[in-house]
């Protein structure tokens, strides 16, 4: 059973408008999570991490923020580019432990 | 940069043929892991390394083994490839830190190889 849940598999808005990606957890332990960004033929990278000891991160037009009572995080990306397109995937971590769960991934496509 | 390699992009092998996977980094990483990528289920963890010669058994550990002889490399092995272990699979590395509650960092990740077996 998975452990970090992305329920909408694809995403489209228009170019300049906002994007909100959607990620849930179920496992409590959880207290780092992260937001990867993939091309097609490529591996995912990094785009933005958030501790469990905040509710929100910023970076540029990337935003994280986390609901702990509710198991729920999102990433919204302002304003949105065609560049941004490509697949998210949502991540995170437990404990004193580094290794990651991460979840089914949502497509973005963002149109001109 | 961090730059993990991983040695093939695309590889085709037979049902019962042993099959390595390898992935080098070149930033002195302690941890390594092994994902494999698949539609609809997205990254799971087939095993993981935090030392040399140290393995730990992801989520979905049957039908791999792993070896870390190295601290820069970490080989996926399938014993004997089977038609449902066609898939992307993606290497990954990343610094041990200690882990205050809440603090952790990112892992790299390399190119991804797509293994398909027929």
């Known amino acids: 059973d998975q452990q970090v849940k992305q329920n909408s598999p694809s995403l489209s808005v228009q170019e300049g408008r906002i994007s909100i990606l959607n990620c849930d957890y179920t496992?409590?332990?959880?207290?780092?999570f992260l937001w990867y960004k993939k091309y097609p033929a490529e591996g995912p990278t990094f785009l933005i991490s958030?501790?469990?000891?905040?509710d929100k991160n910023e970076d540029g037009r990337f935003t994280v923020f986390l609901n702990k009572s509710a198991k729920h995080l999102s990433l919204h990306i302002v304003p949105s580019q065609p560049g941004d397109s490509a697949v998210y995937f949502c991540?995170?971590?437990?404990?004193?432990?580094?290794?990651?769960?991460f979840g089914a991934g949502t497509r973005l496509t963002v149109k001109p | 940069d961090v730059k993990v390699t991983q040695s093939s992009r695309y590889l085709v092998k037979r049902t019962g043929e042993k099959v390595f996977l390898e992935c080098v980094q070149d930033?002195?990483?302690?941890?390594m892991f092994w994902y494999r990528q698949d539609p609809g289920l997205g990254l799971r963890l087939i095993y993981f390394?935090?030392?040399?010669?140290?393995?730990e058994k992801g989520d979905i550990p049957e039908g791999y083994s792993v070896s870390r002889e190295k601290k820069e490399r970490f080989s996926l092995i399938l014993e004997s490839a089977s038609t449902n272990q066609t898939s992307m699979y993606l290497c990954?590395?990343?610094?041990?830190?200690?882990?205050?509650?809440?603090?952790?960092?990112?892992?790299?990740f390399g190119q991804g190889t797509r293994l398909t077996v027929v």
């Open positions: 990954a590395s990343s610094p041990y830190i200690i882990r205050d509650p809440g603090m952790n960092t990112e892992a790299f």
């Open positions: 496992n409590s332990m959880f207290d780092y």
């Open positions: 958030i501790s469990s000891i905040k």
């Open positions: 991540a995170a971590s437990a404990g004193g432990n580094n290794d990651m769960r």
């Open positions: 930033m002195d990483h302690e941890n």
């Open positions: 390394s935090y030392d040399v010669k140290m393995k």
